[in-house]
């Protein structure tokens, strides 16, 4: 796996840096956000970005590459806690985000969850299938209508499946902002209604699952 950092703190990017390479991954470092721009087309697999970096900021970087690459992991890494920058954040299209301190464990982790199975075709009962890289859901093999919000909360739940996905995580994500609650349950009703009974469930207080 080929990663970006882009991480002005030099200690932290150092030790971010010896972390994964002791886990062999591929991962390219840079302390300012201009040289990070010049080569965001270097076919990197995921980014890990912090805001505020010299010259081209985080929120510059994200969404500069997220106009070219849909689907790449993302992960936002600040010590920004305004939820106006983490708003901010989801609406430009970042995957997660990270909160300083952490623990670089917690990096690890979270890239893991992003990447696994990432192009396993997710079958859902006993005649529906998702698929993450293309974005469709079938059953028997006939493609089924999904508006974008219901395909970003299937995706988001599918990549997480048997696994509770915290609600307010769903909102952020779906809308890149805060919105009401209610919003989200609509998106629910409509996506269960097109699957079958039982695959999709409320976790009262913390959020949704997706029983495959």
Same mark, same amino acid.
């Given at each position: 796996?080929?990663?970006?950092?882009?991480?002005?703190? #030099?200690?932290?990017?150092?030790?971010?840096? %010896?972390?994964?390479?002791?886990?062999?991954?591929? &991962?390219?470092?840079?302390?300012?956000?201009?040289?990070?721009?010049?080569?965001?087309?270097?076919?990197? $697999?995921?980014?890990?970005?912090?805001? %505020?970096?010299?010259?081209?900021?985080?929120?510059?970087?994200?969404?500069?590459?997220?106009?070219?690459?849909?689907?790449?992991?993302?992960? &936002?890494?600040?010590?920004?806690?305004? &939820?106006?920058?983490?708003?901010?954040?989801?609406? @430009?299209?970042?995957? $997660? #985000?990270?909160? +300083?301190?952490?623990?670089?464990?917690?990096?690890?982790?979270?890239?893991?969850?992003?990447?696994?199975?990432? =192009?396993?075709?997710?079958? &859902?009962?006993?005649t529906f299938?998702?698929?993450?890289? +293309?974005?469709?859901?079938?059953? =028997?093999?006939?493609?089924? @209508?999904?508006?974008?919000?219901? /395909?970003?909360?299937l995706d988001?739940?599918? /990549?997480?499946? =048997?696994?509770?996905?915290?609600?307010?995580?769903?909102?952020?994500?779906?809308?890149?902002?805060?919105?009401?609650?209610? %919003?989200?349950?609509?998106?629910?009703?409509?996506?269960? $209604?097109?699957?079958?009974?039982?695959?999709?469930? %409320?976790?009262?207080?913390?959020?949704?699952?997706?029983?495959?």
């Open positions: 796996m080929k990663i970006m950092l882009v991480e002005d703190d #030099f200690a932290l990017n150092k030790a971010i840096i %010896n972390y994964f390479a002791e886990d062999n991954y591929d &991962i390219e470092s840079f302390s300012d956000g201009k040289d990070a721009l010049e080569v965001i087309d270097n076919n990197y $697999d995921l980014f890990l970005i912090d805001i %505020n970096v010299p010259n081209v900021s985080g929120l510059d970087l994200l969404r500069a590459i997220r106009a070219k690459r849909r689907l790449a992991p993302i992960l &936002i890494l600040s010590g920004e806690t305004s &939820i106006h920058t983490i708003e901010e954040a989801y609406e @430009h299209g970042c995957t $997660d #985000f990270i909160k +300083k301190p952490f623990n670089i464990r917690e990096i690890e982790l979270k890239i893991r969850r992003l990447t696994r199975h990432e =192009n396993d075709i997710v079958k &859902i009962g006993r299938t998702f698929d993450p890289v +293309k974005q469709k859901l079938l059953e =028997n093999g006939q493609e089924i @209508h999904l508006p974008i919000q219901e /395909r970003k909360l988001l739940l599918a /990549r997480n499946k =048997n696994e509770i996905v915290d609600k307010d995580y769903l909102i952020l994500t779906i809308w890149g902002k805060v919105v009401d609650s209610v %919003n989200l349950r609509q998106v629910v009703k409509r996506l269960r $209604d097109k699957l079958p009974e039982g695959t999709l469930n %409320n976790v009262s207080g913390n959020g949704y699952i997706l029983h495959v």
